[in-house]
């Protein structure tokens, strides 16, 4: 079997790498091809020279748009020129049957395939925006855009992936859809990510995250401050004159450690025994999911997306406000925990090893597939009968 996965808007294959996610998503595509032989073409908006990323993969496959359609420096002109993307790859996806999108933002690139071609359509939401949206102030406009684009991408998709039942429950209340919406949530390589039994540090804490106003740094920051610990902050777009002049504002040893490869997350995890996120709101979040496999105990607010992970005092900890965050932080950064560690990855273990969440991905491809496979032989009879 052939599919097709398209990256979000303006994504590439090169930005993963750079972004350091490379690694876990052709992870997973390795993993399917070799459990159940699945080709996978991914549908990238970069350049020519990013094949070389996969080159060693016999099984994978990227078209770049980039090199079919020239990129514009205008963003709105961009998108207008995706709507044409069918136009310049449909021969180049021409044997896979099934289209997924890595992501909702984007979509309207693949439903002339459907229309056209005749593929069956996956939307996948690691996350749902308007979801999302919900706890943000104003921004109406972006909110009403939202709502709309996606009423139209779930209707005409013909199955939609989520990481959480919180989502799947959601999008059936809020845009009145029963069925064709299947929870996958986001995988853990238990192999990879686990704990190495190594010395962990007791006075530093990790928080991993890009600097954006969801991931709410500063509630962790003020939260911590003047405790005698060290911060490592791990994630993309900080800017380290900004770090120092927090470091001695809040009197806190803060040290920034720039972007990693996802292949070398396992070691930074099992450099410390706390782990905390201050996240407004989460989907599937990968960076708990991943530390609380490698036995870290983790800290994270009781919001949506954490609390559908963590059980507290159970496999880690929730907090309702900073008071609760600072003295958990004090309590246990010297402790071991090993009761919460254990439960943790026996959690992990359980419930998101990519051996079960691939199974469960397989299962939609095949039937959609099946379902491609018989309505091409019905068209053909009928043409057949038509000519007879």
């Keep these: 079997m052939n599919i097709a996965v398209l990256l979000t808007f303006d994504q590439s294959l090169s930005k993963w790498k750079k972004d350091g996610h490379f690694d876990r998503e052709i992870r997973y595509y390795k993993a399917l091809y070799e459990k159940y032989k699945i080709k996978t ?14 080159s060693k993969y016999h099984f994978l496959s990227s078209i770049q748009v980039y090199e079919k359609i020239q990129r514009s420096n205008s963003y709105l002109i961009r998108v207008v020129k995706s709507f044409f993307i069918f136009f310049f790859i449909h021969k180049d996806i021409k044997d896979s049957s099934i289209i997924k999108s890595n992501q909702l933002w984007g979509t309207w690139v693949i ?36 709502l709309i684009y996606s009423f139209f991408s779930y209707r005409f998709a013909d199955q939609i992936i989520v990481t959480t039942p919180d989502i799947k429950k959601y999008i059936k209340d809020k845009f009145y859809l029963k069925k ?6 986001n995988y853990i390589d238990t192999n990879k990510f686990h704990s190495k039994n190594k010395r962990r540090s007791r006075n530093k804490i990790l928080f991993v995250g890009r600097n954006s106003p969801e991931k709410n ?20 777009n900080y800017n380290k004159k900004v770090l120092a002049k927090l470091r001695k504002k809040l009197n806190l040893n803060i040290k920034y450690l720039g972007t990693v490869d996802n292949s070398k997350m396992p070691d930074i995890y099992n450099n410390y025994n706390l782990y905390i996120s201050t996240s407004n709101y989460e989907g599937n979040p990968k960076t708990i999911l991943e530390a609380m496999s490698c036995g870290c105990v983790t800290i994270a607010r009781d919001v949506q997306g954490c609390n559908s992970i963590i059980n507290n005092k159970v496999n880690g900890f929730l907090v309702k406000n900073q008071i609760d965050l600072r003295n958990l932080v004090k309590k246990n950064i010297m402790r071991v925990n090993n009761k919460i560690k254990k439960n943790a990855m026996h959690f992990i273990k359980k419930k998101y090893n990519i051996n079960s969440i691939l199974l469960k991905e397989f299962k939609i491809l095949k039937l959609l597939n099946n379902e491609t496979n018989y309505n091409n032989v019905v068209s053909k009879k009928m043409w057949f009968n038509r000519n007879i």
């Excluded at 593929?119 to 919900?134: D, F, S, T, V």
């Excluded at 064709?180 to 949530?185: A, N, P, R, Y």
Aim: net charge positive; glycine share 6%.
């Design 180 to 185: 064709k919406i299947s929870v996958i949530s």
């Design 111 to 146: 439903f002339l395939f459907k229309f056209f071609s005749k593929k069956k359509i996956i939307i996948r939401c690691g996350y749902e925006p308007n979801q999302n949206l919900e706890h943000e102030k104003g921004k109406i406009f972006l909110k009403i855009f939202s």
């Design 41 to 54: 073409t991914f549908i990238s908006y970069g350049h020519k020279a990013e094949k070389d990323l996969i």
């Design 217 to 236: 740094l500063n509630y962790l920051l003020t939260s911590i401050k003047k405790l005698p610990i060290q911060l490592d902050i791990l994630g993309q």
